[in-house]
């Protein structure tokens, strides 16, 4: 991916999430929310070079259902991807050391799901106290749009509209059931 697809990706975030200000292409510095540039992106908390905390297979699992809130190297964390830094809004930020203590204090966590306490839950909740998920959303946002292109008539909602709209609804309600803040 060229920095030119970098900035057109950080583009659609800033316009379509509140939380990623933007993606940049520099070194991570200390409590850092870092993506590994594939799909899905896959997000960590930046320590240091021998340090990313990330929610993810360990141990040589390749399996989602042995996720867990570990942390490895750099290299380990990135697997051969490009790494990008996601950049929030500063007044929107927690300290580099709160950061990095409440990803602490969730190493060990084995209760990955995928749309709901995710990798990116994770690293976001730690960098900006939100526990959200930008790539869960635009998964969220895809599924009205489709519906609504399949509802020609613009008058009224079709039962497959109607059921995504509930669908979301349900979505946020467990997301605000399954926060760490909630636990």
Not at 12 to 21: A, D, F, G, V
Not at 84 to 92: L, R
Request: proline share 5%; hydrophobic share 35%; net charge negative.
């Amino acid at each position: 991916m060229s920095p030119a697809q970098y900035q057109g990706v950080a583009a659609h975030y800033r316009e379509n999430t509140m939380e990623i200000e933007n993606i940049a292409i520099r070194t991570p510095k200390k409590g850092d929310v870092i993506w590994a540039v594939r799909l899905p992106l896959h997000c960590g908390i930046y320590e240091s070079d021998d340090s990313v905390i990330h929610f993810a297979p360990a141990n040589g699992s390749k399996t989602k259902k042995d996720a867990v809130i570990h942390r490895s190297t750099l290299t380990e964390f990135a697997k051969g991807y490009p790494v990008v830094v996601i950049e929030f809004s500063p007044e929107k930020c927690l300290p580099p050391e709160e950061s990095i203590r409440r990803a602490y204090s969730r190493l060990g966590e084995n209760t990955y799901n995928l749309i709901l306490n995710n990798c990116e839950h994770f690293a976001i909740w730690c960098k900006i106290g939100e526990h959200c998920s930008p790539q869960v959303d635009l998964v969220k946002e895809i599924a009205v749009a489709v519906c609504k292109f399949i509802d020609e008539s613009g008058e009224k909602k079709t039962e497959f509209e109607k059921y995504a709209e509930i669908f979301i609804k349900l979505h946020e309600f467990v997301q605000i059931l399954t926060s760490p803040e909630s636990r």
